[in-house]
């Protein structure tokens, strides 16, 4: 049986969760939709070290302040998780786990969600999916033929999983860094090699997740006066010194090499023919936005976003896209920033559906 709601959120964590708290404020009827069979969105699936950015009370979704971690000033994974789990009850928001949405398709002035618990029929759609279910690999040459394991930051859990192998850890970001620097402080791979495409730069020990807000913010609004250098002291692509990052770099152990030109069945080799052998090669390469879903309605601009005007479609004023970065709000896809977006995109749909 198809069953109805005047909104459907499709995805369960941070970000629907954000706007599972506005829609409700608005008193609007929705469900939200998310694959995980429990709560606490990508957090769940993180590596075993993982920290924030950011202190606890700057990581916050709207009108509930995440509580201190004891012992910690950035909370770990297990803590968000925790913090999600609990958003979710406290404010009873309509989730139903283990419902994965394969597709979003017009029908008349509504929209068939089509996911593999059945059908609902929507008159608005906020599409809040995120990119960890879209790891990105580049296309290097050699990469079918190398014959150790490769695996994406998605997979990436535990030292423990490489003790006695030569790891390659490919990506400058800060992922690439922190699954470097746990690596190389727990000691148990044989030997490690960090490859970024330009030398890493650090932040200052000082700025946290809470700057880089800042300048996701300022640099939106630069953009949209016509601007593009903002004039910060971070930058969005410089990698944040959380404290095993920091012991890692001070120790000397975060040396990082230029990217290699392809890899081969045993290691990998650079440009000028030097090689280094590798048992794994880890590829904290980024991700894309999760949007197969939407394909139906036929939206796909430029790099395969959806154009859109701040959180809302161009080309379909019912849809809404949160999360999923800077092109849907200023630090969209952070605990933090996801407030702000969430409740624009609430606001519009209040008002175009009332």
């Avoid at 029908?107 to 995120?130: K, W, Y």
């Avoid at 023919?273 to 796909?300: M, N």
Wanted: glycine share 12%.
């Amino acid at each position: 049986m198809t069953q109805h709601t005047e909104v459907a959120v499709v995805g369960g964590g941070q970000a629907g969760l954000a706007a599972g708290y506005h829609l409700r404020r608005r008193g609007l009827d929705f469900q939200i939709l998310d694959a995980d069979p429990a709560p606490g969105g990508s957090w769940q699936h993180m590596w075993d070290s993982l920290h924030l950015f950011s202190p606890a009370e700057h990581s916050s979704l709207p009108g509930r302040l995440m509580p201190a971690q004891a012992g910690e000033t950035y909370p770990d994974a297990g803590h968000v998780v925790g913090y999600l789990t609990d958003y979710e009850k406290r404010y009873d928001l309509p989730v139903q786990h283990g419902t994965r949405v394969e597709a979003v398709r017009r029908d008349g002035d509504h929209f068939l969600v089509e996911s593999d618990t059945g059908v609902r029929r929507a008159r608005a759609v906020i599409s809040a999916t995120g990119t960890w279910s879209r790891p990105f690999l580049p296309a290097l040459p050699g990469r079918e033929v190398f014959a150790g394991r490769q695996l994406h930051t998605v997979h990436y859990r535990s030292p423990a999983d490489f003790a006695g192998q030569r790891v390659v850890v490919v990506g400058g970001g800060n992922s690439g860094a922190q699954i470097a620097a746990d690596l190389a402080l727990d000691g148990r791979a044989a030997d490690l090699t960090w490859v970024t495409a330009r030398p890493p730069r650090f932040l200052p020990d000082d700025i946290d997740g809470r700057a880089l807000f800042d300048v996701a913010t300022a640099r939106r609004r630069a953009l949209e006066a016509g601007r593009e250098d903002t004039g910060g002291v971070a930058s969005l692509g410089d990698v944040v010194a959380v404290p095993p990052v920091r012991a890692a770099r001070d120790a000397g152990l975060l040396r990082a090499a230029g990217m290699f030109s392809r890899l081969t069945a045993d290691g990998v080799r650079w440009a000028d023919g030097s090689t280094t052998g590798a048992d794994a090669v880890i590829w904290c390469t980024g991700f894309r936005p999760a949007l197969s879903h939407l394909a139906p309605l036929g939206l796909r601009g430029p790099r395969g976003r959806i154009p859109t005007t701040g959180t809302q479609a161009v080309g379909e004023a019912r849809l809404h896209l949160l999360g999923y970065g800077d092109w849907t709000g200023p630090a969209s896809a952070t605990l933090i920033g996801v407030g702000r977006p969430a409740r624009d995109a609430a606001r519009a749909l209040a008002d175009l559906l009332r």
